[in-house]
């Protein structure tokens, strides 16, 4: 990033500052707290569990939502998105429903390795939603 400088939008260049200035006691603290979130998911998937939860916590913002209100929404988002990644789990999202006139999404995590039963319980899934 600080050879190559990129142009990026405001929010992801404020975030890459952020990032730049995470001292070692601090990554060292996110990564302790990465080893703990694991066995806990771990601990509620085992090795045949799925959770499942809304992909978003809410509807897009319309384009035009002010920066503010555009932080505050990814902020929640974070919240549901970044389980399987933290946890190195597969997920699968599925556009299942509408509300207000926007899809909605319901996301699968499973546990590692099962990407192959996950996608088979996606499939049934949306035959369910969409019959």
């Known amino acids: 990033m600080t050879e190559e400088h990129p142009v990026l939008g405001p929010g992801i ?3 890459f500052e952020a990032a ?3 001292s070692r006691t601090d990554y060292d603290r996110a990564k302790a707290f990465r080893e ?3 066995a806990h998911i771990d601990a ?3 090795t045949d569990g799925v959770l499942i939860v809304p992909t978003m916590t809410e509807p897009a913002p319309f384009r035009g939502t002010p920066e503010l209100a555009l932080d505050a929404y990814r902020a929640k988002s974070f919240r549901v998105l970044c389980i399987s990644g933290l946890a190195s789990l597969p ?3 599925m556009p299942l429903v509408t509300h207000g006139g926007a899809p909605f999404g319901l996301s699968l995590i499973g546990p ?3 990407d192959r039963s996950l996608l088979d319980l ?3 899934v949306s035959q369910t939603f969409h019959r």
């Open 13 to 15: 260049a404020a975030r």
């Open 20 to 22: 730049s200035r995470i």
């Open 36 to 38: 703990r979130f694991i």
């Open 44 to 46: 509620i998937i085992k």
């Open 91 to 93: 997920q699968i999202t």
């Open 112 to 114: 590692r390795g099962s």
């Open 122 to 124: 996606a499939s049934k």
